[in-house]
T-cell receptor, first 110, second 113 residues
Framework: QKEVEQNSGPLSVPEGAIASLNCTYS??????FFWYRQYSGKSPELIMF????GDKEDGRFTAQLNKASQYVSLLIRDSQPSDSATYLC??????????FGGGTRVLVKP | ETGVTQTPRHLVMGMTNKKSLKCEQH?????MYWYKQSAKKPLELMFV???????ENNSVPSRFSPECPNSSHLFLHLHTLQPEDSALYLC????????????FGDGTRLSIL
């Protein structure tokens, strides 16, 4: 059983629309949740982190955490072609080990 | 420019060679990490160091040997690698171990012939 699961995509989104990415995790003791963006051939870049249930907004990005349902999501508003990338969900579980999902590939079409 | 620098960016080596990957962080962080990223697979944590002490060895084969001489530098020594070890090797650092965002270097693309 995968510890952190993401739909691999690609998620195709028209320019200007909202992209919605979901991530589920198996460890109920998880405390920290991160979203990274990775362009092809590049390293992961931190976008957001969230520790508490609810929403956290940063610019066009909103992270949503629901610990009871064990999911964390990322919304990208007003999607731009430059948002086309793979988005990695990472969850810090027991023992300080950061576990990554396989990533969701997002394609924003002009 | 990232605060985490990895060298070399690309490395091609034979299975009998010995090489080392280097990582340097300029962020004043206390924790450093090695990850492996293979095609079609999630990022895999290999090693974790906190204040130069190894705190995690994630069932990595002994042909990979990490070294952390100080909190700013991290090495991954490679010997007798296998073709399946070809991957992108990423170094990351964080302020501390617990609940901290990690910042990644650009990685070393390793190809084993």
């Amino acid at each position: 059983q995968k510890e952190v699961e993401q739909n691999s995509g690609p998620l195709s989104v028209p320019e200007g629309a909202i992209a919605s990415l979901n991530c589920t995790y198996s460890d109920r003791g998880s405390q920290s949740f991160f979203w990274y963006r990775q362009y092809s051939g590049k390293s992961p870049e931190l976008i957001m982190f969230i520790y508490s249930n609810g929403d956290k907004e940063d610019g066009r990005f909103t992270a949503q955490l629901n610990k009871a349902s064990q999911y964390v999501s990322l919304l990208i508003r007003d999607s731009q072609p430059s948002d086309s990338a793979t988005y990695l969900c990472a969850v810090e579980a027991a023992g300080n080990k950061l576990t990554f999902g396989g990533g969701t590939r997002v394609l924003v079409k002009p | 420019e990232t605060g985490v620098t990895q060298t070399p960016r690309h490395l091609v080596m034979g299975m009998t060679n010995k090489k080392s990957l280097k990582c340097e962080q300029h962020l004043g962080h206390n924790a450093m990490y090695w990850y492996k990223q293979s095609a079609k697979k999630p990022l895999e944590l290999m090693f974790v160091y906190s204040l130069e002490e190894r705190v995690e060895n994630n069932s990595v084969p002994s042909r990979f040997s990490p070294e952390c001489p100080n909190s700013s530098h991290l090495f991954l020594h490679l010997h007798t690698l296998q073709p399946e070890d070809s991957a992108l090797y990423l170094c990351a650092s964080s302020q501390h171990l617990n609940n901290q965002p990690q910042h990644f270097g650009d990685g070393t693309r390793l190809s084993i012939l």
